[in-house]
């Protein structure tokens, strides 16, 4: 029997068509007839202008390995490249000035300023965990994390270290005066928290030795309320809820004056359910499951049973809080975060569904088949958004893409024009270099801009692959290009009107163990005038919501806003080296730095399927790598390769070399497949050749490799 069924002249994998029918479309005023005509009417429609769009994208790539070829690096003549990047289109005239008009978002979007957690939406634990991020234990973060030391008496220890936790209701009781300061005396010293009522009217009422005080900002005081047995004040700050919990019953809340034993942060305010870099899904089977897991978020029913410390833990989504507002009135706090869900990009295609027998965009089965899903929303959106991130298109025309097809999807599902948002994520060069006119195609859609700074180093490497060698990927992170890109993403965001109307976000700090160094490098974002930053994990967005309290993020867009925007010459400004400036000791260690990080990555994709892991680097220190990171660090070896700073001879070897050395690092993982026994073997295979081949890969980018290989696995696991 075929695993594809006929619908309105496509091929549909059965999986596919049984998720949709049966799975989504059930409760909703969408017949099967309706989406099939619908699908098919815009994958005909579209798929033209996808295949030229990527056409274009070949075409301006080899213009500019021309460019070079003739004139060097951009160095070399920086007016003559600009102009020669307009007179190829690559440059487009910018729109005269505007404000972005969207309408009906949520106020996690418009009005609130906060982390914003990324999280692989196949993996139904961490999702529903990433989910449910909105709130977070800050005695947990800084117990748990660098950002109290792990040296000496306060180290953490194998059981519960009192000396520890002392720290923690120290460093937690800082934060408090810093942010709800007392009219007298200091957090630390207080000896009751207290609702006092007095007529239609309740006040928080606070004790320490000294006598009663009071929080200076009485209006910071917004509800409270008794849950399980403890009670709970909720106070506001920046548009921030913090929650002091008062258990005199439990272990911490035991040892303290008045009884807190947690203080609760708002934390992720939004998270990505990610589709796209951090999952690994290469057919109908993958692609259903990571829908599947969607269409739970939106409708309420997502839940995970597993393992963890000895038990069985069911994982659901969580409640909403319900507290007394100090006036009588109900208080309620979401208790989830906003979900936005980050489709694909335009380049993929996939076997899912066949058009004329080839497989159609891979993007276009996104956009229909997530907002299909999100039309269940039952606990999202307060406006009836649906909030789509689009990662990697090359420039305003494909903006303009995006949103056409985002158009198409709201006519077929009968949806009102401009449901769909678009989160333009600023990670390609040709858009960062044309972002107000990107911004502008989607003027009546945008949600946010943000800076993908890892899939943009990945592309400036490989946009200036003839350019000449780059530098060491940590050095190419320190250059004027990447500061300019930064900036101009923040003041032309601010220039169309995107505060208080939308998100300028910033990118993903991949470094998952290290929250001391984030919590110093991150300020650094709000204070930049970004209402929202990535952060990998539940923890991280618990510990960067402190930077929210500490900064206003409108104040610090105000004063930015009449700054001058970088030029295009800073932006094309990323240097190469003189080939021979580094000694063989450094490129060895860099092209070992690479090639770890390629296979600890590649290793898992490819065997197991898994999107995004944490690898550690040649300094042992734990990194966050996902297809972005991967993009980098194969971009950078094929640079080098293309110089001649490295041989072929000795990217295998190397490769072969520390294909031993990720082996030792995963030997505990009962599915973990050895590479050093087999240098033929798929996994080994994909990621030589995404060093080897890295030049010749559509603008760098690692899925076409990576999904051929899975793919085979998988094939081969079946049979
Ligand atoms: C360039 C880009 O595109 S960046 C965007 C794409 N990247 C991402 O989305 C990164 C998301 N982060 C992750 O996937 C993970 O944090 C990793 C892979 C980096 C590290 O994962 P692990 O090695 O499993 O982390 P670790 O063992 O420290 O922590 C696991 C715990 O943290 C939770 N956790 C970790 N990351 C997340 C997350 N992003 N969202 C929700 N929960 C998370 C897990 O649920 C788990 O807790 P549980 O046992 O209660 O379920
Ligand atoms: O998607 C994010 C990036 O940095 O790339
Ligand atoms: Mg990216």
Known sequence: MSDYQTKSGLSVHS??????????????????????????????????TNASLLAKRDAMQSQIDDWHHKYGPVSSNPQGYEFFLRDIGYLVPEPADFTIETGGLDPEITTLCGPQLVVPVSNARYALNAA?????SLYDAFYGTDVISRQGDIAPGKSYNPARGAAVVDKAASFLDNTFPLSAGSHRDVTAYSV????????????TAAGTTALKDAAAFVGHATNGGKFEIVLRHNGLHVILVIDKGSVIGGTHAAGLSDVIMESALTTIQDCEDSVAA????????????????????????????????????????????????ELVLKGRALLLVRNVGHLMTTDAVLLDGKPIGEGLMDAAVTVLCAMQDKVNSRTGAVYIVKPKMHGPEEVAFACAIFGSVEKMLGLAPNTVKIGIMDEERRTSANLKAAIYEARQRVFFINTGF??????????????????????IKNERWIASYEDRNVLIGLACGLSGRAQIGKGMWARPDDMAAMMEAKGGHPNSGANTAWVPSPTAATLHALHYHQIDVFAAQHRRHNEAVPGLTALFSMPVQAPFALSREEITRELENNAQGILGYVVRWVQQGVGCSKVPDINNVGLMEDRATCRISSQAVANWLRHGLVSRDEVTATFERM??????????????????????????????????????????????????????????DKS
Request: proline share 4%.
């Open 132 to 136: 449910n991020a909105r709130w977070g």
């Open 15 to 48: 999986l596919l068509v049984d998720f949709v029918e049966k799975e989504v479309l059930p409760g909703l005023e969408v017949s099967a007839e309706q989406f099939w005509s619908g699908f098919a009417g815009m994958v005909a429609e579209h798929a033209p």
């Open 659 to 716: 294909a031993t050395v990720v082996d030792k690092q995963n030997e505990s993982d009962p599915l973990y497949r050895p590479m050093a026994e087999n240098f033929q073997s798929v996994a080994f295979r994909a990621a030589l050749d995404l060093a080897l081949h890295g030049a010749d890969q559509p603008s760098g980018y690692t899925e076409p490799l990576l999904h051929a290989a899975r793919r085979k696995v998988k094939v081969r």
């Open 196 to 207: 006092v009522e007095a007529g239609d009217s309740a006040s928080l009422e606070i004790t």
């Open 282 to 329: 290469v057919d109908a089977e993958d692609k259903v499951g990571v829908y599947r897991n969607w269409l739970g978020l939106m409708n309420g029913t997502l839940q995970d049973t597993f393992e963890k410390g000895g038990k069985q833990v069911t994982r659901k989504l969580k409640q909403d809080g319900v507290y007394t507002a100090p006036d009588g009135s």
């Open 454 to 475: 890892l899939d943009r180093t990945g592309d400036e490497i490989h946009t200036a692959m003839e350019a000449g060698p780059v530098l060491r990927k940590d050095e």
